[in-house]
């Protein structure tokens, strides 16, 4: 493992900086536990990395952080840090203050993040000390504030709805085989979204009651469409008091009929080979139905 590098930048006057790099390591994953170096200004800088291993837990476990962090412990995923802290000093240790600290608590019930949580206000702190361990929990410094939330993965484990804290909700659909994300919805949870292009194995939160796809006819986005005539296509789980937006390409130029659409709408857009874009404004739903007999996209 590295033990340590020197960097060495040399000016026109023919004079030399050297700054040395130090890697003491974690014995529990053989991981730096502890970076040391210095910056230009001759001041100690030192970056302290904490993992799973390196908190004590037993007993019947009583918050959410410390369950994460067993969860991870339990399988065996030790490289991920928990805690990551920076400290700067005088060459002669004087004037010591942590600069910079991030927190990560994992999901309870899977090994996947759940809140990035950021040292705040960064650069103030003289007296700040990490993480307390007790045995049943795990409690992080009053200093943190919330970054990002995780909010929920799908059975795979892939992201499907996220968020800066106190901000606005992004929101994923993943498909082929659940390996890539094919649609994401800003302001709107999981929940409230639904898309396919009917290209391949996934539905995108549709209901779509056949199998059978068209992939003869021209079409307008990709390589294949769906014959309503097949069945209606259906998204439940939408609450009446919200608006939503219901989209798609027919090879018709008559929109749908669509419960719920409100006044000035649907709105018709381009029509390419054939094939017209349309696009609805619904409210006082529950769910939507699409249904007819002609090819939608």
């Known amino acids: 493992s590295l033990d340590s590098t020197i960097s060495e930048t040399f000016h026109n006057s023919g004079n030399e900086v050297k700054i040395p790099t130090y890697y003491p390591y974690n014995t529990r994953n053989l991981l730096p536990s502890i970076i040391k170096t210095v910056n230009s200004k001759n001041e100690s800088v030192t970056t302290f990395e904490i993992y799973p291993l390196d908190y004590t837990l037993s007993g019947t476990l009583t918050n959410n952080v410390a369950i994460g962090i067993y969860n991870l412990q339990n399988k065996n995923i030790i490289t991920p840090p928990i805690e990551v802290y920076n400290q700067k000093s005088n060459p002669d240790g004087s004037n010591s203050r942590t600069v910079s600290a991030v927190f990560n608590t994992y999901k309870s019930y899977v090994p996947l993040l759940d809140t990035i949580y950021k040292l705040d206000p960064e650069g103030a702190i ?18 943190y504030l919330p970054l990002l ?17 106190n901000d606005i909700i992004h929101s994923y659909i993943w498909d082929y085989n659940k390996t890539y994300p094919i649609a994401e919805a800003v302001n709107a949870d999981s929940a409230s979204i639904a898309y396919t292009s009917f290209e391949s194995d996934g539905s995108g939160n549709w209901v779509i009651p056949s199998s059978l796809r068209d992939s003869v006819s021209v079409t307008v986005t990709g390589r294949k469409s ?47 080979s054939g094939w017209t874009y349309f696009e609805h404004k619904i409210t006082g739903q529950t769910s939507v139905a699409i249904s007819g007999s002609i090819y939608i996209d």
Do not use: C, E, H, M
């Open 126 to 143: 003289t007296a700040f000390s990490p993480a307390t361990v007790t045995n049943t929990s795990v409690v992080k410094n009053s200093n």
């Open 149 to 165: 939330d995780f909010d929920k993965y799908d059975l795979v484990g892939n992201l499907i709805q996220q968020r800066k804290s």
């Open 226 to 272: 769906y014959n309503l005539s097949n069945g209606t296509i259906s998204k439940g789980g939408l609450t009446s008091g919200n608006s939503y937006i219901v989209s798609y390409w027919i090879k018709s130029t008559t929109p749908l009929s669509i419960s719920g659409t409100i006044s000035g709408y649907p709105v018709k857009g381009k029509t390419i």
